[in-house]
């Protein structure tokens, strides 16, 4: 009994002295203002990574880092939030010998110029844009890889537009239709819908935030096994200015759309684009790794899927060489599968969304069923109006 008092004792100390400590690092100046960076680090612009382009799509100047040669099947990856090309760097160099390896800053990410309207970052505008990059590339289809947000673009650039994909891999993130049945039933934590809700209503708290103990929250989200070099490439990309904003930006765009009523539809007839998703226990939101597969193998196929163990989120920086083993160990299968015709299997509903500048800069300022010029063709105008208003989950691909 008294080693159990002791013991008690012993920890309520510790957790006082930790929370003292902790206090008293908020009320130092320099928790709350980051180291100067004024220069980029070597390892940005080391040639070993590959050569940096830059190219304008839909009105848009984008920066990507490329290897291999132009000659050969496009591999481009897509990066999650907050991140930009350096995620990619073991990936590009490893497949380079026979993919033209390309690894993309979306818009406002990295050295990408942000876009004029924050609905660009919709998932279906930014999926055109990826289009548009592919064909500007000059490229017909691609293998197209993604982790994090950029496996949810992913995902969806898979549904839209299956014949720009030859294959895919997707890191960690399943699609927003199977984000969505996780929700219906319960799966997702609570502390996850908190994070979201104060990322979507608290301003720019957030940066601010991110901003704290010289941008501790990379030393987080890359792990401790980061090398310092790799540290101070997040940290001065994310500290230019409006960076951490452009990507808070496009969190915001597209969490308010998980609970947007649907209002325009296209009929997705199921893909036969062969593809591989990677995860790890903790992206199976408490459900066995059987149940969270049958979710995924159900909707998508033919899809192969492996586990990936002692990773975090960026596990193909965690684990470059089992990542690239299984990517590799995919891409040189021989897909037996026969492809079934488009028409085959079950119609799903999609949200089409597509809202011009025009509409968004005004759309509480002049009645929703008015349009206005240089609308595009099939822009609703009423997209933001009904946000929140009706809470209810959409079909989406």
Not at 124 to 130: K, P
Not at 225 to 234: I, N, R, S, T, V
Not at 241 to 248: I, Q, T, V
Request: proline share 7%; hydrophobic share 40%; net charge neutral.
């Amino acid at each position: 009994m008294d080693q159990l008092a002791f013991g008690c004792v012993r920890r309520a100390v510790l957790v006082c002295a930790a929370f003292f400590l902790r206090l008293i690092r908020w009320l130092q100046a320099s928790y709350w203002v980051p180291n100067a960076r004024p220069h980029p680090p070597d390892t940005l612009n080391h040639s070993k990574w590959g050569t940096h382009r830059y190219i304008t799509v839909q009105n848009i100047k984008l920066h990507y880092v490329e290897q291999g040669s132009s000659s050969k099947p496009l591999m481009l990856f897509l990066h999650g939030l907050p991140d930009f090309w350096y995620s990619w760097r073991y990936q590009m160099h490893e497949f380079s010998k026979d993919y033209w390896t390309v690894a993309l800053d979306l818009p406002g990410m990295g050295r990408s110029e942000p876009p004029a309207h924050s609905v660009t970052y919709k998932l279906s505008n930014l999926a055109r844009l990826v289009c548009s990059l592919i064909t500007a590339l000059g490229k017909s289809e691609c293998v197209l890889v993604g982790n994090g947000a950029g496996s949810i673009l992913g995902w969806h650039i898979v549904n839209q537009y299956p014949d720009r994909v030859s294959r895919y891999v997707l890191l960690g993130v399943p699609s927003e239709a199977i984000l969505q049945q996780l929700y219906q039933r319960g799966a997702i934590p609570i502390a996850t819908l908190l994070r979201s809700a104060f990322l979507l209503y608290a301003g720019e708290l957030p940066t601010l935030l991110a901003r704290t103990d010289d941008y501790a929250m990379f030393n987080d989200l890359l792990g401790p096994g980061a090398k310092p070099q790799d540290l101070e490439a997040y940290k001065y990309t994310f500290a230019q200015p409006a960076a951490l904003g452009h990507a808070l930006a496009a969190f915001r765009e597209n969490f308010a759309d998980f609970f947007l009523e649907e209002y325009e539809y296209r009929v997705r007839k199921p893909a036969n684009t062969p593809g591989l998703f990677l995860f790890r226990e903790e992206d199976c939101f408490g459900q066995t790794p059987e149940e969270y597969m049958s979710l995924l193998t159900d909707a998508y196929e033919p899809l192969e899927t492996r586990f990936v163990a002692r990773v975090g989120r960026f596990m193909h920086q965690d684990d470059p060489k089992t990542v690239n083993k299984l990517i590799g160990e995919f891409l040189g299968m021989n897909v037996t599968r026969p492809k079934r015709p488009l028409g085959d299997g079950p119609e799903k509903q999609v949200i089409v969304k597509e809202v011009c500048g025009n509409c968004h800069e005004n759309a509480h300022r002049k009645p929703a069923e008015a349009h206005h010029e240089k609308c595009v063709e099939n822009c609703d105008g009423q997209a933001h109006r009904y946000v929140f208003d009706k809470v209810r989950i959409p079909i989406c691909s």
